[in-house]
Nanobody, 117 residues
C-alpha cells in the first residue's frame, strides 16, 4: 500500500505564497498519479491538481495560473507551489495516490492552509 504525508501548510497573508510537500512511501511503482485535494470548512472536498508519472499536470479552474504541481522522483515527493493566495484558498490540503483513476491511498491528516485578508 502507498502512504502519503503532507506538510508545508501555514498562515499567510493574501497575495503570499506557500509550498506544500507530499512524501510517498510503500508500493509507489503501482500508482499512476498523485493528486492534491482540499476541503474548506462546511464545503465538500475538491480536486485541486494532479500530476501523472509522466509529468502531465491538470488543475482546477480556480487555481490555474496560480498553483503549480511538480514532482521529485528521486525523493518520491510531490510539491504544490501556491502563489497569489486568496482567502478562499483557506482549507485543509490532502494528497492521495491515484491508480487507474481511483484513489489508491488512505486519506492522511492533511496540512492546514490559512490565508488572511
Amino acid at each position: 500500500q502507498v502512504h502519503l504525508v503532507e506538510s508545508g501548510g501555514g498562515l499567510v497573508q493574501a497575495g503570499g505564497s506557500l509550498r506544500l510537500s507530499c512524501a510517498a512511501s510503500g508500493i509507489i511503482f503501482s500508482i499512476n498519479a498523485i493528486a492534491w485535494y482540499r476541503q474548506a470548512p462546511g464545503k465538500q472536498r475538491e480536486l485541486v491538481a494532479t500530476i501523472t508519472n509522466g509529468g502531465s499536470t491538470d488543475y482546477a479552474y480556480s487555481v490555474k495560473g496560480r498553483f503549480t504541481i511538480s514532482r521529485d522522483n528521486a525523493k518520491n515527493t510531490v510539491f504544490l507551489q501556491m502563489n497569489s493566495l486568496k482567502p478562499e484558498d483557506t482549507a485543509v490540503y490532502y494528497c492521495v495516490a491515484l491508480r487507474r483513476g481511483t484513489i489508491a491511498s488512505p486519506w492522511g491528516q492533511g496540512t492546514q492552509v490559512t490565508v488572511s485578508s
